[in-house]
C-alpha cells in the first residue's frame, strides 16, 4: 500500500499494480514514466514512494546527486502537489514540458537538463532504413550478415539471463577505462539487468536477442511509456561483432516493438559518442525534459 504524505516508503515490487493502473490513466510521454524503467532501476535510485492530491509522487535517492522528486504520476491538483514536492525536496526533476504548463511561470525555475533528453523516431524509419541517410546502417548490417549468415532473431526468453549477464560483462569491458563509465555506471547498469530479467513478466517488458547458433550475440528490453511509444531500456551487442547493435535494433523494430509507432531510445547523459551514435539514427524530436525549482 503507498501511504499518503507525509508517510512515505520504499518503492517495492508488490507497489506496481498501482502504480500501472495510474500509469495507464495519465498522459505521459518520458521514459522515466515507464513501469520497467521506475522498477529496474530503483535499487541504485533508492526510490521512495508516496501519495499527494492522489497522485504517486516518487523521491529518487541516486548515490551521485542530490534527492529529487519525478514528476508525480496522476492529474490532481498539480500546482498544489509540486508545491508539496518542492518543500520536501527542493527539486523535481526530469519533467516533461506537459507537466510544466500546469505550473504558474512566475514562481518556479524551469531548466533544460540537455543530457537527459530522449531521443524518439518513427519506428518504421528504424526498421526500413530507407533513403540515403541510412546508407552506413545498412552497411553494418550487411557487413553482420554477410559473417553470420545464419543468424536469427528471436523472442527474448528470460531463463537466458546468465547468458545476457556475460554479454553485458563483455560489452561494459571495453568501456571500464572511460570516464564516462566508472565504477558506479557497471553496478547501476548490471543491477537493472538483474532486474529486468528476474521480473520480466511481472513489468510488462517486451524483448528480443539475436543469436547466431547457440550464441548470444545481443539482446534488447524495453517497456511501453504510451500506447504509441515504447522506452528501449537496453540495446547491448557483443562488441567484438562489427554490426551487430544495428542489425539488433532493426530486427527488434521489425519484430518486437511492431505495436507502436514510436521509439524511445533514452537519453545519452551526455556521453559523446553515445550521443552521436544516437544522432546518427535521425531522431523525429527530442522528448525535453527540466528541472523545476523555486525562484529564490
Known sequence: MIPEFPQIKPLELE?????????????????ELSLGNI??????????????????CMLINPPNEPAYFLEPIGSNKLAETAEIL???????????????????KDRYL?????????????RANLAELKGKKYDGKRNHIKR???QHPNYTY?????????????LFEKWFAIREESRFFPRLAYTSQKGAVIEAFSYFKELHLLGGALFDGNKLCGFTLGSEINPELVSVHFLYGDPALPGVTQTL????????????????????????????AKLSYH????????????IS
Not at 117 to 122: K, L, P, Q, W
Not at 155 to 166: F, H, M, Q, S, V
Open 110 to 122: 524551469f531548466e533544460p537538463l540537455r543530457n537527459q533528453f530522449d531521443y524518439i523516431y518513427a
Open 86 to 104: 518542492l518543500k520536501h525536496a527542493g527539486r523535481i526533476s526530469r519533467v516533461s514540458i506537459n507537466f510544466l504548463a500546469q505550473l504558474p
Open 144 to 146: 553482420f550478415s554477410r
Open 249 to 276: 535494433l532493426r530486427e527488434a523494430c521489425r519484430k518486437t516493438y511492431t505495436t507502436f509507432k514510436y521509439i524511445d531510445l533514452e537519453q545519452d547523459l551526455g556521453i559523446p559518442g553515445l550521443r552521436t
Open 154 to 166: 528471436q523472442t527474448l526468453d528470460p531463463n537466458i539471463k546468465e547468458k545476457a549477464l556475460e
Open 39 to 56: 522498477f529496474i532501476w530503483k535499487d541504485f535510485d533508492h526510490t521512495l514512494v508516496t501519495c499527494i492530491n492522489h497522485n504517486i
Open 15 to 31: 507497489d506496481r499494480l498501482w502504480i500501472h493502473r495510474k500509469l495507464k490513466q495519465t498522459s505521459r510521454e518520458i521514459c
Open 283 to 294: 531522431p523525429l524530436k527530442m522528448g525535453e525534459k527540466f528541472e523545476v525549482k523555486p
